[in-house]
């Protein structure tokens, strides 16, 4: 079995196979809102089903099997879905990418996109999920986002961004340009609050060493990238000599229906 499934930006694919278990712990977890939210705007119950696209290690598809939905993950890196069936075996994990889902048309009742949507934000994309919803379909696209407005985490983006380069981000806004999308509905918002709270070394380190960009450097630029967090959090009186920090989140949630 190949570590990619077909291909993916070139940042994902290595930063994603060589820092998987880091995204794991790293990552924030969702509002407890979102079950809500899922079972309202998607429709998910108990004999739907719902495809998990770009699904990681699952920390959004765990959101998903509580809604008591079939639940399907798929995701290129062979890393991620080996953490992803670890920790949920419940869940069928397939390999597959976002222009060659591995189900058939008009197969599924809804179809989200969790901090994945960006990377494959084109028409082609939208077509292949067009084609497996089911006429009524949900599409859902979300995303966590650290509240910029905070000095020290504005100054935490400062640090990586000069590591970028062309790797797609939802800050940019790129994906946006896909829509609107003959055969769904305009796309509908919703937003919620919440914080990541753990060790500064899980939700500021590790959460950030996960980052693709990051992930992907070499191993002294990103001991470089590290030095200057773990310098921002000695400097932080907030942050410095903490042995649990919180980090503001917001949630955005966005949500369209296959009308043809």
């Known amino acids: ?21 880091m995204y794991a712990r790293g990552r924030p977890d969702y509002p407890p809102e979102i079950l809500d939210w899922l079972r309202e705007r998607l429709g998910l119950e108990a004999g739907k089903s719902v495809v998990d696209l770009g699904a990681g290690t699952g ?39 976002a222009t060659a889902l591995p189900l058939p048309d008009n197969s599924v009742d809804a179809l989200t ?8 934000a084109t028409r082609a994309a939208l077509a292949e999920i067009h084609r497996v919803l089911k006429p009524g379909g949900r599409l859902g696209l979300i995303w966590n986002m650290r509240d910029e407005d905070i000095e020290w985490i504005g100054r935490l983006s400062e640090i990586i961004a000069p590591y970028e380069g062309d790797a797609p981000r939802f800050a940019k806004g790129t994906w946006r340009q896909v829509f609107p999308f003959e055969g769904l509905t305009p796309l509908q918002e919703d937003h919620f609050h919440h914080a990541h709270t753990g060790a500064p070394e899980d939700v ?10 990051i992930a992907a450097l070499p191993a002294d630029e990103e001991a470089k990238v ?4 773990r ?9 410095a000599g903490k042995d649990e920090i919180s980090v503001p989140y917001s949630t955005v949630a966005y949500w369209a229906e296959k009308i043809a």
């Open 1 to 21: 079995m190949n570590d990619i499934a077909g291909p993916i930006h070139h940042a994902a694919a290595k930063g994603y196979t060589s820092k998987a278990e």
């Open 59 to 97: 920390k959004f598809t765990r959101y998903l099997a509580r809604t008591g939905a079939r639940v399907i993950a798929v995701e290129p890196v062979r890393q991620m879905r080996e953490q992803l069936a670890k920790a949920l075996p419940e869940v069928e994990v397939l390999e597959g990418t």
């Open 113 to 120: 996109c969790a901090q994945s949507f960006h990377w494959f």
């Open 204 to 213: 500021i380190i590790n959460r950030l060493r996960s980052v693709s960009f």
């Open 226 to 229: 590290v030095a200057k967090m």
């Open 231 to 239: 310098a921002l959090i000695d400097a932080t009186p907030a942050l």
